[in-house]
């Protein structure tokens, strides 16, 4: 099995800015994600500041850092389908930014 197959379903790590207040947005999109793939081990963990970044069996597809924008979640639950069928991942569409608070 190669390496970065896990048989357990596919593992997604989301890195979050607890300052930025994005937990919500994690938790959200954590759900979605298990409702749609119930197989998928799911982990929020507070990041970097103004990180929200996507992780799937450690193919990084979203990048908020980079982006400044949040992933469009239905493209993050395709990836995460194509983990556990084996097939690659890719980077993700990325949300429009509707709103901008710079501190």
Not at 52 to 63: D, G, K, M, R
């Amino acid at each position: 099995m190669p390496e970065n197959v896990h048989s357990d379903g596919p593992h997604v790590e989301i890195e979050y800015c607890n300052v930025c207040n994005s937990k919500p947005q994690c938790l959200e999109l954590a759900s979605v994600i298990r409702q749609q793939i119930p197989e998928a081990q799911v982990e929020c963990r507070i990041g970097r500041r103004g990180s929200f970044e996507v992780q799937i069996n450690e193919t990084l597809v979203h990048s908020r850092l980079s982006s400044l924008a949040f992933p469009q979640y239905e493209d993050v639950v395709e990836n995460v389908r194509n983990a556990r069928d084996g097939r690659p991942v890719k980077k993700v569409t990325e949300q429009p930014i509707t709103e901008c608070v710079v501190q």
